[in-house]
């Protein structure tokens, strides 16, 4: 018969061997996302407890991760994944057979995990795995179960090769690693720094596997701590218990009652704890971004796409519900994309172009309100973003814009009956980050940026019945990055940017009469904007407050009060 320790180290050699084998297969990467998700946590605990904070942590895939911080102290800070998961894998190596500390443990990085998915984790994917995660763990806590030792085996030979595979893969083909961005950071060789890990980490294991090993004696396991609903006993405390003769029942039933007592009363303080922790993040959409297109369509507002500060590009169609508080996702476009624009007719609104960070697109997409249908309509020439676009007389416009490599000039006219798209005109230069109203049967176009990215202050008029082209205005001042709605006859020019966000409205009506409108209480600019029932919705961005809630603010231009509108989230039913 097997003695404990060689039934832990066979036990311990057929996982390892296991995971080595099947490391990139489908048996293991889901487990690995395990990893991925601690590694980011102890990057962002590192940067909380260094005096530093954390934007977000994204789970990316089974091998990647990404925290977005700011502050801390960058050797902790960025040591502290790879150190983190080989001490915490080394923790639950070494409390595999001491009950008491592994079910602390468990509770403890349970917790962990389900505070910060709850707090700062920002896929859906990622959120509803370290819930999942973070509440198995929580849940070994509270009883020893038969599989409870090979879980915690599991895991910790999980983290411990998972690290080794990094480290020694960073050792062999140099990467835009943890290493190298403290190496960067710090001027410390990036060797030595991928050498001073290996060394805690050796350390760590070693450590751990003495630890087991000893704790596996046949002296230790004579007398080991035992946790049975919340008590440490020891092997005497058993044998005296069972010998007292009458009282096995009333002891049994009295420990009974304590331990439903205990385990309601930590669920119910760890389940409220989590949910005042994380209060201004659970009772919201997850929809904050910037860069967004935005329409009206059927007295509903709709938003397109978008990409948030961190630079991710989202592709999801959002319908808002301005009755109920609500954001439903309503459908997806057919990439991620930001700097499209958009045009309503009707029931039907007409995207045009965009960029996902890398490339721009040429595609006319069609998206259906009523339906939630969203089809490609038909082609730009090229490819294309940054222009603007209006509706005259049935017809879509669409100006300038970057294509990727230059600046455009061109003006291309679509018909949204037949699909057919021809060249109209040219702007009296390229121009790009413009935007563009129809007013009085023509359509007029406002500042941008050159070829030069100087901003440009000319208003340029193009009149469809004869394609004539007119530099008819000047703004105060250059800018970029407007937005535009109409009201009562006039055209409202909000923000924009001139090195800085800019904070007034002007108003431009068909005489060509350009005046100060109002001045907001901030600067916007790359914003959405629509016009409902004589209120103006300025949307994107993140909520001041709710941080994760793209920022919807309600303009009444009549009184100059602006609100910001919090929605509810799919915990409100």
Request: glycine share 10%; hydrophobic share 45%.
């Amino acid at each position: 018969m097997l003695t404990a320790r060689k039934q832990w180290l066979v036990r311990n050699g057929a996982i390892t061997i296991f995971l080595i084998l099947f490391w990139n297969t489908v048996l293991v990467k889901p487990f690995r996302v395990l990893v991925v998700l601690l590694h980011e946590i102890f990057h962002a605990l590192a940067a909380v407890i260094t005096g530093g904070g954390v934007h977000a942590i994204e789970v990316v895939s089974h091998r990647t991760g990404l925290t977005s911080l700011y502050g801390g102290i960058p050797g902790i800070v960025f040591s502290a994944g790879y150190i983190g998961t080989a001490f915490f894998g080394s923790l639950l190596i070494a409390a595999s057979y001491h009950y008491p500390t592994k079910r602390s443990l468990f509770l403890g990085i349970g917790t962990l995990i389900l505070v910060n998915t709850l707090v700062f984790v920002r896929t859906p994917f990622g959120w509803a795995y370290g819930m999942v995660a973070g509440l198995f763990l929580v849940a070994l806590f509270f009883k020893e179960f038969w599989f409870s030792a090979y879980v915690t085996d599991f895991i910790g030979l999980l983290c411990i090769v998972d690290v080794i595979y990094d480290i020694a893969g960073f050792f062999i083909n140099y990467s835009r690693n943890d290493a190298a961005i403290l190496s960067s950071i710090s001027g410390m060789s990036y060797y030595l720094i991928l050498s001073i890990w290996t060394i805690a980490i050796v350390i760590l294991i070693s450590g751990a596997v003495y630890i087991t090993l000893r704790n596996l004696s046949p002296q230790k396991l004579s007398a080991k701590l035992q946790w049975e609903d919340f008590q440490f006993v020891t092997q005497k405390y058993v044998e005296r218990s069972l010998s007292m003769p009458g009282t096995d029942k009333n002891v049994e039933l009295r420990r009974g009652r304590r331990t439903i007592a205990v385990y309601t009363s930590l669920l119910a303080v760890l389940v409220l704890a989590t949910v005042w922790v994380s209060r201004y993040v659970l009772f919201q959409p997850w929809t904050a971004r910037e860069w967004v297109t935005v329409e009206a369509a059927r007295g509903e507002i709709y938003i397109f796409g978008g990409r948030d500060r961190q630079g991710q590009t989202y592709d999801e169609i959002y319908r808002v519900d301005l009755q109920d508080l609500r954001i439903h996702k309503i459908g997806e476009l057919p990439s991620p994309r930001f700097a499209t624009a958009a045009v309503a007719l009707g029931d039907r609104i007409f995207i045009i172009g965009g960029f996902d960070g890398r490339r721009c697109f040429n595609d006319i997409l069609m998206f259906e309100s009523k339906s939630g249908k969203i089809n490609k309509f038909a082609e730009l020439p090229s490819s294309r973003c940054f222009g603007a676009a209006a509706a005259e007389n049935g017809q879509i416009y669409y100006f300038g814009g970057w294509d990727g490599g230059e600046q455009l000039d061109e003006i291309i006219r679509i018909d949204p009956n037949t699909g057919s798209v021809e060249l109209v005109g040219r702007l009296p230069s390229p121009r790009e980050h413009i935007t563009a109203e129809s007013l009085s049967g023509k359509i007029y176009v406002f500042g941008g940026s050159d070829v030069h990215g100087n901003y440009l202050d000319e208003v340029v008029a193009l009149d469809p019945s004869d394609r004539s082209i007119d530099s008819t205005g000047r703004l105060p001042s250059g800018r970029a990055r407007s937005s535009t709605v109409v009201m009562n006859n006039k055209i409202l020019l909000i923000g924009g940017w001139e090195g800085e966000k800019l904070r007034e409205v002007l108003s431009f009506e068909a005489d060509l009469k350009m005046q100060q409108y109002a001045q907001l209480e901030r600067g916007f600019s790359d914003i959405g904007t629509v016009n409902l029932d004589g209120e103006i919705y300025l949307i994107g961005g993140a909520h001041e407050r709710f941080q994760r809630q793209i920022q919807v603010l309600r303009w009444d231009p009549s009184s100059g009060q602006m609100d910001s509108i919090k929605f509810r989230s799919f915990l409100f039913w």
